[in-house]
């Protein structure tokens, strides 16, 4: 359907109708800029783990730090798995300051330049759309540069 000036009717309505949940992870390797992503079809801290054990095994006998916000898998009361993972550091974003991790940046990417205006029917559709566009953005991939002088950021009025 189109409105009367040619603009398609985007948005959800009555009929919307929900064709399943995915759950994607993601990690920037800040040097090159490349994303390592990971699908799971809930979002627990199984899968978490499961995703970090990736990362650790392709980053084996190097120091890697993780730079998390403060999601409820990500923050255990007892870290076990960290304990066993003593290369790994974990660095937990403010809460509200989302903007100062990375991979949120890229995730605003993702989502202007996979997502915005599509329709999956599926998990499975949008598991390939998101494989598609990481594909393509690591084939170009270069490091996030700070765009605002540090002065803005530490004093924004």
């Known amino acids: 359907m189109r409105l009367p000036y040619g603009k398609p009717v985007n948005g959800f309505s009555h009929c919307y109708k ?3 949940t995915t ?3 993601a990690a920037l390797e800040v ?3 490349q994303v390592k992503t990971a699908h799971y ?6 899968e978490f783990l499961d995703f970090m054990n990736e990362i650790v095994a392709e980053h084996r006998n190097r120091e890697i730090h993780v730079v998390l916000d403060n999601l409820n ?5 007892q870290d076990r798995w960290l304990k066993r993972h003593p290369t790994v550091q974990l660095h937990f974003t403010p809460t509200y300051a989302s903007w100062l991790n990375p991979i949120e940046c890229w995730f605003s990417i993702l989502g202007r330049q996979a997502l915005r205006g ?3 029917t599926s998990p499975h559709q949008l598991r390939q759309a998101y494989d598609n566009f990481v594909s393509v953005y690591n084939s170009t991939a270069a490091p996030f540069e700070w765009k605002r002088p540090l ?3 530490l004093n924004p009025n």
């Open 18 to 20: 929900r064709h399943g």
């Open 23 to 25: 759950t994607l992870f």
């Open 31 to 33: 040097t090159p800029g």
């Open 41 to 46: 079809s809930r979002r627990r801290r199984r």
């Open 73 to 77: 898998t990500h923050k255990p009361k």
């Open 118 to 120: 599509a329709s999956f």
């Open 151 to 153: 002065s803005s950021l």
